[in-house]
């Protein structure tokens, strides 16, 4: 038998064109997905994509439509009834097969019933088991009610895709709450933690929404969870603000720091070292405190009253040339007035004085990035 066969594929081999002109045969394609794209009559796949072709689903979607051979009646709310078969629904949800297990035939059909949503949304929940497709339109009206039946018999890919389109648009002010309170029943962790951040974002106007209304006499617990939670979000923004203010603040001294160092080194337009001399057409300064502190040091100048204490602006004037020295390097090359006096000056503070100079350094330094001053050594350089 097996020297017949080979005998056989001998002679198919000679009367081969191809093998008769030396010529092999060209190598198969290798098996591609079977995958098709699917959005004929606006009908989408789960995950945008459908495992097989587009006629295959359409036999799914016919056989729902058309109940052929239909072993099973479903009875919805306000009389509706829907027919299907109980081995697909018993395969797609392990409630339903459990449920199936204890119904009673009826005739020639089991009955089953899925009541508390709409008639439609049970007929596009059933329609998913068959082929996972589903309209558009559809699921915008019906994603809340599909949540709860996917969550209710155990279908994941389902729930995944309400979750999705719930996220992408559907949420507002005016279903937030609800929608929130299904997703904590639904065990949606990621749809309730946008929720909730929805909720505190805009909370004024969803605490005027019926929902709202509703859900503080339902569940007070809940209600008081979430003012706890906005309430600290509230205490969190005001930190946040004046840390942000803060470091505006510590900022803007960095910034007098270098502009004070710009005019006792190099002069900024009509004010600076005693031996510069100045141009006619300077250009313009871009340190933006330059122009601020040069009033303050004309006026720290010509102040009668300029001892620490007696005025105001001369105090400040007494503040930012002692955090200068506190910042500067080297003392006895710097030419901002007064530096190394405050440098002897430290020797003799106390250790609380000292320790409140120290964190504000600290800070400013922090507030800037940096882990030393850049103009710790401008004050000498090109000296």
Not at 195 to 201: G, N, V
Not at 262 to 288: L, M, W
Request: charged letters at 25%; hydrophobic letters at 40%.
């Amino acid at each position: 038998m097996t020297q017949k066969l080979m005998g056989k594929m001998d002679r198919v081999s000679e009367e081969s064109p191809l093998l008769a002109n030396g010529v092999p045969p060209a190598t198969p394609p290798l098996p591609g997905p079977a995958t098709t794209s699917y959005h004929q009559k606006g009908l989408v796949g789960d995950g945008k994509c459908c495992s097989v072709n587009a006629a295959t689903r359409d036999l799914w979607d016919q056989l729902f439509d058309n109940a052929y051979g239909a072993d099973l009646r479903i009875n919805t709310d306000n009389g509706g009834i829907l027919y299907a078969h109980a081995s697909l629904l018993g395969m797609s949800s392990p409630v339903m097969k459990g449920m199936l297990k204890q119904t009673r035939v009826c005739g020639r059909r089991q009955a089953i019933s899925i009541r508390g949503v709409p008639h439609d949304a049970v007929r596009v929940f059933i329609r998913f088991l068959y082929s996972s497709c589903y309209e558009q339109e559809e699921m915008e009206e019906f994603a809340v009610p599909l949540l709860v039946l996917s969550h209710a018999y155990v279908i994941p890919h389902l729930k995944r895709v309400c979750v999705q389109h719930l996220e992408d648009g559907l949420l507002t002010i005016d279903n937030v709450t609800d929608i929130f309170q299904l997703a904590l029943l639904c065990d949606a962790p990621r749809l309730s933690l946008i929720c909730h951040r929805m909720i505190l974002k805009n909370f004024k106007a969803v605490a005027d929404t019926e929902g709202w209304k509703a859900m503080k006499k339902s569940h007070p617990i809940l209600e008081k969870e979430i003012l706890e939670s906005f309430s600290e979000a509230q205490t969190r923004q005001k930190q946040r603000v004046r840390r942000l203010n803060e470091r505006k603040i510590y900022l803007q001294l960095y910034e007098a720091m270098e502009a004070l160092v710009h005019i006792c080194r190099d002069g900024c337009r009509t004010i600076g070292p005693h031996d510069k001399v100045f141009k006619v057409d300077q250009a313009p300064c871009r340190y933006e405190a330059c122009k601020g502190l040069e009033l303050l040091v004309r006026h720290f100048a010509g102040c009668k009253l300029r001892v620490p204490g007696g005025c105001i602006h001369c105090k400040r004037m007494w503040q930012l040339l002692e955090l200068h020295s506190r910042l500067c390097a080297d003392s006895d090359m710097c030419r901002v007035p007064v530096c190394r006096n405050f440098k002897d000056r430290m020797k003799k503070q106390s250790k609380k004085d000292e320790m409140r100079w120290r964190i504000l350094v600290r800070k400013i330094l922090r507030a800037k990035g940096i882990g030393r001053s850049p103009f710790y050594y401008t004050a000498i350089s090109g000296f």
